[in-house]
């Protein structure tokens, strides 16, 4: 019996030798996976804060440029009394800004403390790199002993105006608590010449770095964030092999998930295809609502393909798809079709609310685009002028004028174009002045950080001047929390949506939506009015909404 028992106990001990040694292996794995996620996410965290530093750098360039054309539309670059009051309004409303230069002829002047930095940049202008528009462009100088930046636009031969810009403003408080001692962040000019630039008190030249970088594809700028290597590669001393396991197994399942989702099926076109000729890609309609009266002024009607067994699938999946395929009209024809079946109601009995659709600068720029749009909207019995068409960023629009024209023939409709995700994407706010567009949308990007980063306040606060400057209305999109909503009434922002005030919903829902709403604010009303220059707070049970109920 002994003798027999000892194979038993020998196959125990190799199971259990076997076991720890496959479990010691697959900790071992959990934790090298662990390591490579967090010095993943660390690297794509990184980049992404290049990407938000261009940004501001681009809306800073951008407002700059606004600022300089203004000036010159309205004949303020002579040096005359008016057109130094005008000069000295531009500085003072802008916090990136800090002195205007402008020339015409003989005349040469400025307004503000740095009139001897911005004399000497126009007399001797050193390393000028052109812009996109070969007419604008930018060059380094020195501002208060720290790196700057002027951006010049000549107008004709002997006019021109020049901008003093405050660079450094944009990266110092950019970098994170973990990072900011150790790291540094540079912004350039495509020629390598410094503008602005913030290094960490423990930064050391020399050491084993990784760089992320951003380049503007409209301006001569460049961004460019140097990171010890020790410092991605850190992870936190705290976690349990148990909590290895499950990151491991989690993250394996989540990268299965992912993959499947993300990579479309061989036959993915042709079902997009089919669904756009059976209609079932469906609208869901986003409330948009009033910040001084709390009304719901209008939806956004935003594309959605329902599983049949699955769930919802993604816009980032289909329409991309839709517009390699060229079948963005079917899109617009089909979503606008079904809005005027399934919001009749609302159409019929609430003449106030406006509808907002997509379409792309390629649309936009297409012969016979507003006629074509006419006739979908007469065949929706939809009046164009409750309609909205925004110009998604997805793409530069390469013929500003095309665009133009098409906007003023959609304008003449009574229809109203926004600039959607102004200042993020390919066309920047310059393109604003140009378009002639009634609305500017200011992108969650900006909304994210309102409160944390004063930086994106004053950034949002940019976009409010630049639109009231040009007489449009704003719109701030992924409105997510109430402290978000307060700083955007305080910057004066006129419309707001996200799903902190209600989620994208089906026609039944948003129907019932609007009719609460309005019920809520009718209900307030004769309870108490408030005083007129009191803004009346939104009501935030809307979030509470489901897409079912």
């Not at 750098?57 to 303020?76: F, K, P, Q, W």
């Not at 792309?360 to 979908?376: D, T």
């Not at 378009?435 to 306040?457: C, H, M, P, T, Y």
């Not at 409010?464 to 909503?485: H, P, S, Y």
Request: glycine share 6%.
């Amino acid at each position: 019996m002994a003798g027999q028992s000892l194979p038993k106990i020998s196959r125990r001990i190799a199971t259990i030798v076997l076991t720890a040694a496959l479990t010691a292996l697959f900790v071992a794995g959990a934790d090298q996976l662990d390591r490579r996620l967090t010095m993943a996410f660390k690297r794509q965290s990184v980049a992404d804060l290049a990407h938000n530093a261009l940004t501001r750098a681009e809306i800073a360039t951008d407002y700059a440029v606004i600022r300089l054309g203004m000036l010159y539309e309205n004949g303020h670059t002579d040096c005359s009394p008016d057109a130094m009051e005008a000069i000295n309004y531009a500085v003072f409303r802008s916090g990136t800004i800090k002195d205007i230069l402008t020339a015409q002829g003989e005349n040469v002047c400025s307004v503000a403390m740095h009139s001897e930095t911005l004399l000497e940049n126009h007399r001797h202008p050193v390393d000028t790199v052109q812009a996109r528009n070969s007419s604008i462009a930018l060059n380094p100088v020195r501002l208060d002993n720290t790196p700057a930046m002027a951006v010049t636009w000549l107008f004709e031969e002997d006019v021109l105006a020049t901008a003093l810009v405050n660079t450094e403003s944009l990266v110092f408080d950019l970098l994170p608590a973990d990072l900011r001692e150790t790291s540094a962040i540079r912004l350039s000019l495509s020629n390598g010449r410094t503008v602005g630039r913030f290094t960490g008190a423990e930064w050391q030249i020399g050491g084993e770095t990784e760089m992320f970088e951003a380049a503007s594809e409209r301006y001569p700028l460049r961004v460019r964030i140097h990171v010890p290597t020790a410092v991605l590669s850190q992870v936190p001393m705290n976690r349990s092999a148990g909590t290895i396991i499950v990151v491991g197994a989690l993250a394996g399942l989540l990268a299965f998930l992912v993959a499947r989702g993300l990579i479309p099926a061989p036959n993915a076109a042709s079902r997009i295809r089919a669904a756009l000729r059976r209609g079932e890609i469906v609208p869901n309609f986003q409330p948009v609502y009033a910040v001084r009266t709390g009304e719901l002024t209008g939806f956004e009607v935003l594309a959605r393909w329902p599983g049949e067994t699955g769930p919802m699938a993604s816009p980032a999946f289909f329409v991309p798809l839709i517009e390699a395929n060229g079948w963005s009209d079917d899109l617009l024809e089909t979503v606008i079709l079904q809005t005027a079946q399934t919001m009749r109601s609302v159409i019929d009995n609430v003449p106030a609310v406006s509808f907002a659709f997509n379409a792309s600068p390629a649309q936009l720029v297409e012969p016979g685009f507003a006629a074509w749009l006419e006739r979908v909207l007469n065949r929706a019995e939809l009046d164009a002028r409750r309609v909205i068409i925004e110009i998604t960023e997805r793409e530069e629009i390469r013929d500003v004028e095309k665009a133009r024209s098409s906007i003023e023939a959609l304008k003449a409709m009574g229809i109203d174009v926004a600039i959607d995700d102004a200042g993020t994407g390919h066309n920047g706010l310059a393109s604003v002045q140009r378009l002639g567009a009634s609305i500017l949308k200011i992108d969650k990007l900006f909304v994210d950080g309102i409160v944390q980063d004063e930086r994106a306040g004053a950034l949002v606060q940019m976009l409010v001047d630049v639109a009231r400057q040009f007489g449009m209305k704003t719109i701030a999109e992924g409105v997510e929390d109430e402290i978000q909503l307060n700083a955007l009434k305080r910057l004066g922002v006129d419309e707001v949506q996200g799903f902190f005030l209600c989620t994208p919903l089906a026609p039944e829902p948003a129907t019932l939506e609007l009719a609460r709403h309005q019920a809520i604010l009718t209900r307030n009303r004769l309870q108490a009015r408030p005083p007129e220059d009191k803004a009346m707070p939104l009501d935030h049970d809307a979030g509470a909404v489901a897409v079912n109920a």
